[in-house]
């Protein structure tokens, strides 16, 4: 049986909230419920190392950043989020400000369209220049889990290129000479403050989201993918997902996937039912949210918040007693113990416990229910699903993106959507340097 705690990741600890990548502000809405570990568990069970991979050109970014990186002894996180930025600004100059999923950043850079010549990247390196949730945080898995750098080294700064990183970055790049000099020395210059014609259309073409990875590179990420540690895993959702794409009617879990090991199945399975467990939690937070915005002082009682929740509770009963009827918990117990919490007797005991989880849109002060740091009176619509933060973030945003939607079973992990988007995103840049 695969073990997703073998690749539990080592996250920077940030709050984030749905969609927030490129347009959050200072405070952002995070619901985690400390469910964090058994989020990371579940999402690696079903489709391993992915991370928040989706489309392949984010990987690019990051082997630039840490090649130059150690080139230049620049910290390999800025040079990497200031080239994502650098990509995305020539998105954005090719087609006027348009929204895409694959462009970050759209509310800053679109300030920046205009403009003849991108920042020198003593600015463009900055912390506020770009996003909190640059894509280059979904690839921390992924450059690891891939073997695209070398192993025993948990974060970002601290990776150095494999061999097999360096081939794909080589296979990325080749050909592409800018100022007559090859990419990376290109960009290397650029970080240096020697070179300021980043601006250059060959530059774009390469580093744009919008654009394909060349076909030998394509063909080397697909081969990194399909083999290693959960290559197995990884080929068996792609071939589910390449069958579902075709189908009318949503996935069901009723039956095991012909394309699916048992094990891994069940692990699928019971991840859904966690998830849609969590969403109905969220749900009975966003209820006592809205029930406590018109009141006076803004303040409820416990049995008041309660009473405002009755429907959502029941509906979080229901989930939970779902999950624990499997009578296995892939996560080590962490989901298990959580569903234990919804099914307590009383309703006002399920909603102090979700309150006191929370701590940012609610908190608990004695018997009263407050706003917590991240509420937001004026606002009417619900919070959604938010996943935990670093690649969950990016990874769930993606697929809350994705253009071309699965019939896929409600509660299913986010990365079974990313691994198809990724899968036609290579299938594309093939099909593109074929003769």
């Known amino acids: ?74 910290p390999a996180i800025r040079v990497a989020n200031a080239i994502e930025a650098l990509g995305c600004w020539h998105a954005l100059k090719a087609t006027g400000g ?69 081939t794909l970055l080589d296979a990325a790049c080749v050909g592409v000479k800018p ?31 919008l654009t ?22 990884r080929r068996a959702v792609r071939e589910w997902v390449r069958r579902l794409a075709n189908a009318r009617t949503p996935a069901s879990w ?30 009975v937070l966003d209820g006592v949210e809205g029930a406590l915005r018109p009141t006076k002082g803004l303040s409820l009682t416990e049995t008041e918040a309660a009473a405002a929740v009755t429907a959502p509770v029941g509906e979080l009963r229901a989930r939970a007693a779902e999950f624990e009827g ?30 006191e989880l929370d701590g940012r849109g609610l908190r608990r002060v004695g018997a009263m229910v407050r706003p917590g740091p991240a509420f937001d009176r004026s606002r009417t619509d619900t919070i959604g699903a938010n996943a935990d933060g670093g690649e969950e973030a990016a990874g769930a945003d993606a697929a809350a993106g994705a253009k071309e939607r699965l019939p896929l079973s409600p509660g299913t992990s986010y990365r079974v959507q990313n691994l198809f988007s990724l899968d036609a995103d290579l299938d594309a840049a093939i099909a593109a340097g074929a003769p």
Not at 219 to 231: A, F, I, K, P
């Open 254 to 283: 009723a039956t095991r996937l012909a394309e699916l090991a048992e094990d891994h199945w069940f692990d699928l399975r019971e991840g859904a039912r966690f998830f849609r467990l969590r969403d109905a939690a969220l749900r």
């Open 212 to 233: 394909l990875l060349p076909a030998p590179a394509a063909h080397l990420l697909r081969e990194r993918l399909l083999s290693g540690q959960g290559g197995p895993r």
């Open 326 to 355: 499997a009578g296995r918990d892939p996560s080590g117990g962490l989901a298990a113990g959580f569903a234990r919490r919804c099914l307590a007797k009383r309703d006002v005991d399920v909603v102090t416990a979700l309150v």
């Open 179 to 209: 100022g007559n000099v090859e990419l990376p020395t290109f960009l290397e210059r650029w970080v240096q403050g020697a070179e300021k014609k980043v601006h250059l259309d060959s530059v774009g073409g390469h580093l744009s989201p």
């Open 1 to 74: 049986m695969y073990n997703a705690r073998q690749s539990e990741d080592v996250l920077p600890t940030i709050t984030w909230g749905s969609l927030v990548r490129g347009d959050a502000g200072d405070q952002r809405r995070t619901r985690g419920l400390g469910l964090g570990a058994a989020v990371r568990i579940f999402n690696d069970l079903a489709v391993p190392g992915l991370g928040g991979l989706w489309f392949a050109k984010p990987l690019l970014w990051s082997l630039l950043g840490l090649e130059i990186g150690a080139q230049t002894g620049k």
């Open 98 to 166: 348009e929204r895409d999923p694959r462009i970050g950043g759209r509310t800053k850079l679109s300030k920046l369209i205009d403009l003849d010549k991108f920042p020198d990247y003593s600015q463009a390196s900055r912390r506020d220049f770009y996003v909190t949730v640059p894509m280059r945080q979904g690839m921390v898995q992924p450059l690891r889990e891939l073997g695209l750098v070398a192993p025993g080294v948990q974060r970002f700064n601290a990776y150095s290129l494999s061999e097999a990183g360096k």
